[in-house]
């Protein structure tokens, strides 16, 4: 069993370990958001269950378990109380298996002064620990890669910031590891008898300060950048600069700096004699993330993940859009131009592509809304071509993506007086095209009707030309 299948580790470990010929149940709060390739259909099964309110058994036949399941990016405090309730219930309904091994990803931090989150992860440790079956403990630092969260933060302070004036917490200490290596770890130190009771921390060959990380990231990329600590910034603030600067949430932010203010070192490296493994040095962990990313090879990004959403995991809730108390702006158009090349400019929208008209319109949006605690447009689209439930475009959300039957549904997660859609259904051949585009506004009172009118000449603009170059691409 395989649970947090479709986070950024799960949903890279996922096929490792079906390709490695394992019988893989992901357990799901939503099924329809498994990415699972045609080639593996019958070696992984979707298990659909909430662990904070878990109402199914499990397979009384699974072997071994991972647990990777973490609540903290969408809550600034009192997620530890909800992973140690997920931590219990999974750990419950586990003893009730044949189950001969938990395996968990757990974090790395000095004994002293841990921050609520990686008091979380050790509370989770012990609760584990608890069950029937043995459990092994896997502890990481900082995790690079394309799509991990330290991958993107960096890259958007070193790309964007000249001069950047820090807190104190950029001398702290960590030993990042490469995405490659954790799976590496998680992957091989299944069934290993060895491993049962034991923690083990992993690591990167390099003990790097941030600071550190940050100077040679830009010189990777072929930037000087002067780094100016000072000791006047609070943790308030520091999650207030890190939070205007890069693609991270408030409360995310809030996280990872009481996580960054403690050294992240191992302890030990016990990891080595069970499984000998080289890992890569912090050069080549960047190289390889940008590698992937040229490749348009980013397989899951920590973006996507429904805990940076306040949506319901469910995202079957909002497929449905509403009929009633709704203001509308419904186009429908019929252009000469194959359907195919008309789903591919759909399926290109947002991003580094843009919205195809007032591109800059939807910048301003994104400021204004990272300004007021929304999250900005400054997330963007893990892969310029590819779309599935779940996945971030921008400030939206998709709720559906069927490219063959032409059917597109993006959900606003922008700070709005009110809930909005947009969605897109395509019908045509090999020489014509017809498009319907339909935006829909649920406004709350007064202000959210007041907010829709006032964008009316607007939206009028913007909508129309949007449509006019899906369709005709011009």
């Known amino acids: 069993m395989l649970t947090g ?5 799960g949903g890279r470990l996922l096929p490792l370990l079906a390709e490695a010929g394992h019988t893989v149940i992901a357990l799901v709060r939503s099924a329809n958001r498994l990415n699972i390739p045609d080639h593996l259909a019958d070696r992984i099964a979707p298990f659909e269950a909430d662990l904070l309110n878990l109402e199914k058994e499990f397979p009384k036949d699974i072997d071994a378990a991972y647990y990777l399941v973490h609540s903290m990016t969408n809550l600034a405090s009192g997620f530890s109380n909800l992973e140690a309730k997920c931590a219990e219930n999974f750990t419950q309904a586990l003893n009730k298996t044949q189950a001969k091994q938990v395996i968990y990803l757990s974090g790395l931090s000095e004994d002293q002064e841990i921050s609520e989150h990686m008091s979380s992860r050790h509370r989770v440790e012990e609760i584990l620990s608890s069950g029937n079956a043995p459990l092994t403990v896997l ?56 491993s049962f009771g034991n923690t083990y921390d992993i690591g990167g060959p390099e003990v790097l300060t941030y600071r550190n990380m940050l100077i040679q990231f830009g010189k990777i990329r072929g930037f000087f950048r002067l780094i100016i600590p000072v000791p006047v910034l609070t943790p308030h603030l520091s999650s207030l ?15 990872l ?11 030990e490296d016990k990891i080595k004699a069970l499984l000998p493994h080289e890992c ?23 973006k996507d993940a429904m805990t940076q959403s306040e949506l319901s995991p469910n995202l079957s809730k909002y ?55 929304g999250v900005g447009i400054r997330r963007g689209r893990t ?33 709005l007086p009110g809930e909005a859609w947009i969605e897109w259904k395509v019908e045509g051949g090999a ?19 007041l907010y829709w009118y006032v964008l009316v000449p607007i939206h009028h603009f913007m909508f129309q030309k949007m449509i006019d170059s899906i369709g005709g691409g011009k």
């Open 241 to 255: 600069w890190l939070y205007l600067v890069t693609s991270v949430n408030f409360s995310l932010a809030q996280a």
């Open 257 to 267: 700096v009481h996580s960054l203010k403690t050294n992240a070192v191992c302890k």
């Open 139 to 194: 502890r990481a630092g900082i995790i690079i890669g394309s799509g991990s969260a330290s991958f993107e933060i960096m890259r958007d302070l070193v790309e964007k910031l000249p001069v950047m004036v820090a807190p104190k917490w950029v001398y702290a200490k960590c030993q990042p590891i490469a995405i490659a290596d954790v799976l590496f770890y998680l992957s091989n130190i299944l069934g290993k008898g060895e």
């Open 5 to 9: 299948a479709t986070g950024y580790i």
């Open 431 to 449: 020489k014509t095209s017809t498009i319907e585009q339909n935006v829909t506004f649920r406004p709350k009172g007064v202000v959210g009707r």
């Open 319 to 373: 497929i449905e859009v509403p009929k009633y108390g709704c203001l509308k702006k419904v186009l429908k158009k019929t252009y000469p131009s194959p359907k195919k090349e008309v789903m591919e400019r759909l399926w290109s929208i947002g991003g580094d592509k843009g919205w195809y008209t007032m591109n800059w319109a939807w910048g301003l949006r994104g400021q204004l809304d990272k300004l007021i605690g």
């Open 280 to 302: 890569l040095d912090f050069r080549s962990m960047i190289e390889n993330a940008f590698e992937k990313i040229a490749q348009n090879a980013v397989l899951s990004s920590w």
């Open 383 to 415: 892969h310029p071509t590819r779309l599935k439930a779940g996945d971030v475009l921008d400030f939206w959300r998709v709720i559906h993506a069927d490219k063959e039957a032409g059917h597109l549904l993006l959900y606003a997660e922008m700070k």
